[in-house]
């Protein structure tokens, strides 16, 4: 008898979402990208706007992440991952956006648009969206200002400093029929790292997301941001975020069983130089407030222009869990 893949779920979206992909694909897995689909801004934005397609960002960046072309195609996936730098009305855009635009206007619907993409990337693992309705992220400070579009609560320039009390969705939508089968059947459910606010928690906050999450088989995972955010996380330390992602989980927290931490980060002058202009500072591990939950600790930066989660031993890690 044939032992089957372990099926991994990794729920979010951005940079965190590609980094924890790339190290994964490496695996004997069955793996499945659950993205969000509220961005409103940049690219995405524009394309939602003019052509009303599901903003295609994060997808793109998944199907990059798992993309496993030969050597003799790279090119393709260069191609997806190309930005106009100049050019009246092509500025900004991302060719990846731009393809899986016309796909969905030649499939006629974003799901089909996606699977024809995974085929020209010849990704190992295949990308869902959250939701196929038009979803639209909103965001309430503690002092009762109400913030519209996914775009500024991410680069929030209205009160930055006052504390976000809640996210919603307007309309909620609700959960893609496959992804809520893949969490469901999934042995392991990954959650970030990535924006809070913005790229794990509106996945929870569509309508089904949850309730798939309690009745899945499999063990959750909440992968802890590595840098709080200006506006968003500030002065967050591990606990916040747990407390944060609690919160939305709801009925589902009880899933919540393993977090992964970094332990401490040493940020390099060219990096914490950035980080400084845009008041971010790195997220404290204060074990004392994490009761009744697995940690797992480690050094899991990476340093580079910016500082990401390490693919590999951010995968390691998660594989560990499955053991």
């Known amino acids: 008898m044939v032992k089957r893949k372990p099926k991994i779920v990794c729920i979010g979206g951005g940079t965190g979402t590609y980094q924890v992909l790339l190290g994964l694909k490496k695996y004997p897995v069955d793996l499945t990208a659950i993205v969000t689909m509220s961005d409103s801004g940049g690219s995405s934005g524009k394309l939602r706007e003019e052509l009303g397609v599901l903003p295609p960002g994060d997808v793109r960046r998944a199907l990059l992440a798992l993309s496993d072309l030969p050597l003799a195609k790279k090119t393709l996936s260069s191609l997806f991952d190309y930005r106009f730098n100049n050019g009246e009305g092509l500025v900004g855009h991302s060719v990846g956006n731009l393809l899986l635009a016309a796909l969905t206007q030649i499939t006629g619907r974003e799901d089909l648009a996606i699977v024809e993409a995974e085929r020209i990337l010849e990704t190992t693992g295949h990308v869902l969206p959250v939701t196929l309705d038009n979803i639209h992220l909103h965001g309430i400070l503690k002092d009762g200002t109400v913030v519209h579009g996914e775009t500024n609560i991410d680069v929030r320039r209205i009160k930055p400093n006052v504390p976000i009390k809640e996210v919603f969705l307007d309309p909620k939508g609700e959960i893609f029929s496959k992804a809520k089968k893949a969490i469901i059947g999934a042995d392991l459910i990954v959650l970030g790292p990535g924006d809070l606010y913005t790229s794990i928690i509106p996945n929870l906050l569509v309508s089904g997301v949850c309730q798939a999450i309690s009745n899945s088989k499999g063990k959750l995972i909440y992968i802890c941001n590595l840098m709080t955010k200006h506006g968003e996380t500030n ?51 204060d074990r004392k407030n994490l009761g009744g939950l697995k940690i797992i600790v480690g050094s899991f930066a990476k340093p580079g222009k910016l500082l990401r989660h390490d693919s590999q031993k951010t995968a390691r890690a998660i594989m560990n869990v499955l053991k």
């Open 235 to 285: 002065s967050f330390a591990a606990s916040d975020f747990i407390r944060e992602i609690k919160k939305y989980l709801g009925e589902a927290s009880d899933k919540l069983k393993v977090v992964i931490v970094n332990r401490k980060i040493n940020l390099p002058m060219t990096v914490s130089a950035w980080y400084k202009k845009y008041k971010s500072t790195p997220v404290v591990f």
